[in-house]
């Protein structure tokens, strides 16, 4: 499979990743898990390039859960320490690609050091719009449009979809088109609930360090042959 495969007609608008099964990638090698993830961020490197080529303009990478501080705290620190190391390292290429970095979530309770990187990534590249990178670090669904309510309360107004929409940290954007969740499960794992009513879902038992070019563009392609009626007849 390769690009010309894909109809160009027909590129979705807005994708967005569970990145999964970087733990089980690691244990099937006898490695500790933060070998996968740190495999796992190779591959986010790779989906950024890719997404760029292909010509998906909104993509969305769920790097970190709302429930993920369940976890134990030295992998909560590798991962913390992954985010930064993936800033430094790709920064640059952000900006030159044209990339503008979003966040999706609640940072504040993440350590200074990750704040700043953040916030200096999401400066660096404001100008930017070829592709949005909605990173979801402290996200959760649930949160999300809770926080949303709240706000519109504290407006103290009823709101329509459209406005609802606008209190949701993926303002001014697109609904999601195609949900890609490697690693096996077949759950949404509290991501973008509100933004996925009608997003195509494809699942794949590929781990994400393994998730390459070649299983973006399955993952597209299946997308292609969808027959998407949004409720209606088609
Ligand atoms: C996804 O991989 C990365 C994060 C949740 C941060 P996992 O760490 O969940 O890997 P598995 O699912 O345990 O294999
Ligand atoms: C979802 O994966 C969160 C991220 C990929 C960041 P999890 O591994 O946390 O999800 P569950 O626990 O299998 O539902
Ligand atoms: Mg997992």
Redesign the pocket.
């Known amino acids: 499979m390769n690009l010309l495969d894909l109809n160009q007609e027909n590129i979705p608008n807005h994708v967005a990743i569970i ?7 690691a ?1 099937k090698r006898n490695k500790p ?1 933060v070998f ?2 740190n495999e ?1 961020m190779k591959r986010v490197v790779d989906v950024v390039e890719n997404s760029l080529t292909i010509g998906i303009k909104y993509l969305t990478l769920y ?3 709302t429930e ?1 501080w369940k976890r134990p705290k030295k992998e909560i620190d590798f ?1 913390m320490q992954i985010l930064i190391k993936y800033i430094d390292e790709q920064l640059n290429r952000l900006i030159s690609n044209g990339v503008k970095i979003n966040i999706l979530g609640d940072i504040e309770p993440l350590p200074d050091k990750v704040v700043d990187k953040i916030n200096y990534a999401i400066d660096s590249t404001k100008s930017n719009s070829k592709l949005i990178l909605n990173i979801a670090i402290n996200y959760g669904s649930r949160q999300e449009i809770l926080r949303a309510v709240n706000l519109a309360v504290k407006d103290g107004k009823e709101v329509s979809e459209e406005e609802f929409s606008s209190y949701l940290y993926t303002k001014d954007q697109p609904d999601v088109d195609l949900l890609i969740r490697p ?1 096996g ?1 077949k759950r949404l794992s509290n991501f973008l609930l509100y933004q996925m009513s009608y997003a195509e879902l494809y699942f794949s038992d590929i ?2 360090p393994d998730f390459k070019m070649e299983e973006l563009l399955e993952a597209v392609k299946w997308y292609q042959e969808r027959n998407r009626r949004f409720g209606g007849l088609k």
Request: charged residues 20%.
């Open positions: 990145m999964d099964g970087n733990g089980r990638w244990t898990r996968g993830h796992g790097a970190f859960s993920n991962l690693g499960e781990y994400w």
